[in-house]
């Protein structure tokens, strides 16, 4: 009873499974824009101090997937400009949001800058990247 109880739950998560993932290559499919993208899938924020973002924008663009990320590019200690009494780890600086469609890379730039469109929404556009796999591979303006 218990094999077939759990044999059961698993095809139907599954299915289950299947079938959100193909609601979302859909959703993706239908987006015009990265602006639209990005209001459809929701941002996830990436530790780039335990993965690396620009493999994960290489990996979506290379398979043609869909993805809305967000991340840091610098992070430091914060002992620096913070009053003593509060105990914070580290300090956040350089926000980006990347968004990738159908194997292109778009970043939400303000003047020019990485930003992240939640933080600035105002006066910033989404500007087409190219990735350089350079010994370190980075972002540019295409």
Known sequence: ?????ASGKQIITDIFNEGIKNMMIEKGDKCKSPDELANEFPMQFIDHTK?????????ARDMGAYLHIGYFRES???TRYRDDRLKRPATFSKPCEIVCMRGEIFAWKKDGFHAIQLLEPEGGQ????????DCQPFLRDK
């Open 76 to 78: 430091g200690s914060s």
């Open 126 to 133: 989404w500007i087409e990247q190219e990735l350089v796999a």
């Open 51 to 59: 993965e690396e973002p620009i493999r994960i924008i290489q990996q």
């Open 1 to 5: 009873m218990g094999e077939t109880f």
